[in-house]
Structures are given as C-alpha cells and as structure tokens.
C-alpha cells in the first residue's frame, strides 16, 4: 500500500509503515508543510496514496 502522512502525525510511523512493507511518504517531505488542505489531499491522490491525518475538517474537501 502506498501512504502520505499529514504533518500532524509522528514521523515515526513513517518507518513503521516502511518495516511492514509499505510504500510511505509524508506531507512534509513533499514539501507541503503547511500546505491548505485541498493541496494534500490533490497530492496524495496524485500519487496514488492514502493520506493518514488527524485533521478532522479534511474530508469537507470537495473535489
């Protein structure tokens, strides 16, 4: 599985995802840093990627 980690989560997880096999990325390595929502999550689905994220107000994102 392919993932992108939002910025609000622990970066560490990066490389737990990576042990188990996973393809995993995260918001801030793309520099996106504190890019709008609607930016992250284009990104994410430009890439083929499931975005993990804390971020409560992420799915009013329309498309």
């Known amino acids: 599985m392919k993932f992108k980690l939002d ?5 560490e997880l ?10 995993a990325d995260t918001v801030a390595g793309e520099g996106l840093a504190g890019a709008p929502d609607p930016i992250v999550v284009d990104a994410a689905c430009a890439a083929g990627r499931i975005l993990f994220t804390l971020d409560k107000g992420i799915c009013s994102v329309r498309q």
């Not at 910025?7 to 970066?11: A, G, H, S, W």
């Not at 990066?14 to 393809?23: S, T």
């Open 7 to 11: 910025e609000n989560l622990p970066v």
């Open 14 to 23: 990066v490389a737990d995802l990576r042990a188990l096999g996973h393809d």
